[in-house]
């Protein structure tokens, strides 16, 4: 694809539930990032993913956030146990290369409601 | 502590007119620092990245600046569209790191 994609566009959950996201990364690009972007916040690192390379989860909030990527291409973002505090945007970017993240490509995002 | 502060908050303008946000940032020691436009429902689009010996760089009529000595950052605007409605992010990443710090953004309203 042209671009980085990610699914569901929207999601409603009940409190309690758990959710997965997507994200597909451009082809090619080894670093892939979530971010969370809150109402009137800006955005908040959650996990970076660098080719095969053990992910830096220091921004993860809770342990019921967690993120896989396969084969180095396609990234899940899975909340256990939805609290109302985790909706937000979900935001994936990626990246040609790990360092310096020059040029950041981002997706379309995830708006996550969790009633 | 890195932060990176961004004014004014919101902004409306008339269209046509010209416009000018504001970056703070104490990242330090500093890579790079990059302007980002995020419209509605969308994803952030990069507009520019300097580095630390850049002090100006512009696409169409955007037109960012940067004095590393005082750590802030401008994009000016000009000539401003409706289409320009939208928030606007400054991102400024340390040097040896992949993690960069956001702006909380500066949302832009161009009124007809």
């Known amino acids: 694809g042209a671009g980085v994609s990610q699914s569901p566009s929207n999601k409603v959950t009940e409190k309690g539930k758990d959710v997965e996201l997507r994200c597909d990364p451009i082809s090619g690009h080894t670093a892939l990032y979530w971010y969370r972007q809150s109402l009137g916040q800006g955005l908040e690192f959650l996990i970076y993913f660098q080719g095969n390379s053990a992910p830096d989860k220091s921004g993860l909030p809770s342990d019921r956030f967690s993120a896989e990527r396969t084969g180095g291409s396609v990234s899940t973002l899975t909340i256990q146990r939805t609290q109302q505090e985790d909706s937000a945007v979900y935001l994936c970017a990626s990246s040609p290369s790990g360092g310096a993240p020059v040029g950041q490509y981002f997706g379309p995002g995830t708006r996550l409601l969790v009633l | 502590k890195n932060q990176v502060e961004q004014s004014p908050q919101s902004l409306i303008i008339l269209e046509g007119k010209n416009c000018t946000l504001q970056?703070?940032?104490?990242?330090?020691?500093?890579?790079?620092l990059r302007w980002y436009k995020q419209d509605t429902g969308r994803g952030p689009v990069s507009l520019t990245i300097m580095t630390f010996s850049e002090n100006t760089k512009s696409n169409g009529r955007y037109t960012a600046t940067l004095d590393a000595d005082t750590k802030q950052s401008s994009l000016h605007i000009t000539a401003s569209q409706l289409s320009d409605s939208a928030s606007y992010i400054c991102?400024?990443?340390?040097?040896?790191?992949?993690?960069?710090?956001f702006g909380r953004g500066t949302s832009l309203i161009v009124h007809p």
């Open positions: 970056c703070n940032y104490t990242v330090s020691p500093f890579s790079n």
């Open positions: 991102v400024v990443s340390p040097q040896g790191s992949y993690i960069p710090t």
